[in-house]
């Protein structure tokens, strides 16, 4: 399964947002001063993916009331 990339609109948050995601179990990279590629390795498929990272970043981004993350689409 390859990685799904999540942008996010403040390049100072994604380092947090690197670091919150490993802490779920997902493998994360840095891909850009705005974006990570995540792999959840737990995930059947990429649907299961999609809807399980897009459920950690609503999370996170209830701790961060001025960020916004979202997966690219496809």
Known sequence: ????????????????????LRQSGCRVRRTGPWSCAVEHVDAVDENEARVEVTFFLRAWQAHHACAQAAVAPA
């Open 1 to 20: 399964m390859r990685p799904l990339t999540v942008n996010v609109n403040r390049p100072e948050l994604v380092d947090d947002l690197v670091r919150v």
